[in-house]
């Protein structure tokens, strides 16, 4: 059998699509922009070594539940006529996000999670997952573009042969951390550097009678989100006590109001976080400015 071409590790394509039910498999139809694309199973090995005659393995292993992880990072971009890219939109939903018209909220019902089928081609190599829920981190520096930086796990489905399907990237422009509007407790506060870590804590949900669409076994149902802790950092410039006293509210526990409204001349996105705590004040340099590391 002759060897086929080499594949190229630039041409990649992923497609979304949010599922009807939890877990079961539905085709990709949300084609996405994005970066550090890595798609590769997980299923843990287990061994047999029982009593033999023979040193070393001796019995065949086996594969556990067939599990798959997913990563890229995706630009924060709007459709030009006042929403998010839809594949960024279903990915969102996906990570303890409900969508409410073009408002993503925290939520804690598991009604409301929805989970994605995800498809990656690998020019001509087509892998995919079902009942894929994940961790979100939003990202970015002052200039620069706001990325969103996701982590998915859920079901490995069947690795096949498939050419890379038509793609037409979107003309609109991602938002950058420039030409916006931030607060914190209502004062204006510079800063070079944003993190948004929604915190997730996503397990597979075992399920002895759960198949993929070929009829064979997975034991898994899908990925879902257990629990979330939101954590914000941002690196701001000392003020003095009289002007924004970081360890006085930090000591006295206070809570603050966080606004980030980022825009590319159409769409706004903005990010609302109505109460905030101070975890953690150290000091830092910036260039020869003094500025705090907060979380």
Not at 86 to 110: D, M, N, P, W
Not at 179 to 190: N, P, Q, V, Y
Not at 204 to 229: C, E, H, K, N, S
């Amino acid at each position: 059998m002759a060897l086929s071409a080499p594949l190229m590790t630039r041409k990649r394509l992923i497609k979304v699509s949010r599922e009807t039910v939890k877990g079961t498999k539905v085709a990709g139809t949300e084609a996405a922009w994005v970066e550090d694309l890595e798609i590769n199973p997980t299923a843990p090995f287990e061994e047999r070594k029982g009593t033999g005659l023979y040193r070393g393995q001796s019995q065949v292993g086996i594969l556990g539940e067939r599990s798959g992880h997913c990563s890229f990072s995706i630009e924060v971009r709007g459709t030009g006529a006042g929403g998010l890219k839809r594949a960024l939109g279903i990915l969102l939903q996906a990570c303890v996000l409900k969508k409410t018209f073009e408002v993503y909220q925290v939520h804690s019902s598991h009604t409301d999670d929805k989970p994605v089928s995800i498809e990656v081609w690998e020019d001509g190599n087509k892998k995919s997952l079902a009942g894929v829920s994940g961790k979100v981190i939003f990202e970015g520096e002052v200039g620069k573009r706001m990325l969103c930086k996701f982590e998915f796990d859920g079901i490995w489905q069947t690795h096949i042969d498939e050419a890379l399907p038509a793609y037409a990237p979107s003309t609109v422009t991602p938002m950058r951390l420039q030409g916006g509007t931030f607060t914190l407790g209502g004062e204006s506060i510079k800063f070079s550097k944003f993190s948004l870590d929604m915190g997730n804590n996503v397990i597979l949900r075992p399920d002895v009678a759960a198949v993929d669409p070929a009829g064979a076994g997975t034991g898994i149902a899908y990925a879902m989100i257990t629990d979330f802790d939101a954590v914000l950092s941002l690196d701001p410039e000392v003020d003095l006590v009289a002007g924004y006293d970081y360890y006085g509210l930090w000591l006295a526990g206070t809570e603050a109001a966080v606004s980030l409204a980022l825009t590319d001349g159409t769409d706004t996105v903005t990010f609302t976080l109505p109460k905030v705590q101070y975890r953690e004040i150290k000091e830092g340099d910036r260039d020869g400015i003094q500025i705090y590391d907060i979380t």
